[in-house]
């Protein structure tokens, strides 16, 4: 039976290898069966800089270029790693999507994003992201020493969990008003993302029609996958042991 594979929110990190092992069984014993691997954004906790080599990032690197000699591997910016360029793509294997991208799944238009970007209730996050995603603000960061970027990183993370802690949990999911204005503009019925940590199959209304929105989980407890073939969408789960 043929089938895709979707995944999102893995924050990957040297200190995490539990996640880095249920990573590699996925995709040594069920993604090189798949018709496509599709990851969409924040793959690695933090990403510094396609210059920034190291055993751990190199090692997964080679893990998703093995899959992609079986099917094809593609990849969506998320809000950790929107930093990663074609040196390390080509490394891994991967196909660079836009930040929203529609392909045919089995006859199905689909939306694929990240999902930052449908946060918009979150005004602070969304006037980082414009300026974080614009042409100077990257090449800037970029062009600094690597110790430097390291510490901005770290910086950001540290002021970003505090943040977290004081915001309303409906501030930080997407604006239903938004997920449905996006799907219009694209004229589909089905949207998967991930970002919010909250994996779920909603049903709404867009472009007069239902409509489907599939969220992914993150993988800090486990493995979520969403598992898609011409007749259904599964959201699955594989345990770190």
């Known amino acids: 039976m043929s089938f895709t594979y979707f995944i999102a929110d893995l924050h990957l990190s040297a200190d995490r290898p539990d996640i880095t092992d249920c990573l590699m069984r996925f995709l040594q014993q069920d993604a090189i069966n798949a018709d496509a691997l599709y990851v969409l954004g924040d793959l690695f906790e933090v990403w510094i800089g396609d210059d920034n080599v190291t055993p751990f990032n190199t090692a997964i690197a080679s893990a998703f270029k093995a899959v992609s000699e079986h099917c094809p591997v593609y990849f969506i910016h998320g809000n950790r790693d929107f930093a990663i360029r074609d040196k390390w793509l080509s490394k891994a294997g991967m ?6 991208e529609v392909v045919d799944l089995y006859g199905t238009p689909t939306l694929l994003t990240h999902g930052d970007e449908l946060c918009t209730r979150d005004v602070a996050y969304q006037k980082f992201r ?3 995603r614009g042409w100077w603000w990257p090449r800037l960061m970029l062009a600094l020493p690597l110790w430097y ?6 910086n950001g993370r540290a002021e970003s969990k505090e943040k977290q802690q004081n915001l309303k949990p409906e501030i930080m999911d997407v604006t239903p008003e938004e997920v449905v204005k996006v799907m219009e503009k694209w004229g589909v019925q089905r949207m998967i993302h991930g970002h919010t940590h909250r994996p779920n ?4 209304k867009a472009n007069g029609k239902s409509a489907t929105r599939i969220v992914l989980g993150d993988w800090y407890d486990q493995g979520s996958v969403l598992k898609v073939t ?3 969408a599964m959201l699955q789960h594989h345990n770190f042991k």
Do not use: G
Not at 95 to 100: A, K, M, P, V, W
Not at 149 to 154: I, K, L, N, S
């Open 130 to 132: 414009r300026k974080s």
């Open 95 to 100: 196909t660079l999507l836009n930040e929203q």
């Open 201 to 204: 199959i909603h049903s709404l």
């Open 149 to 154: 970027r390291q510490r901005v990183a770290d």
């Open 230 to 232: 011409a007749s259904e």
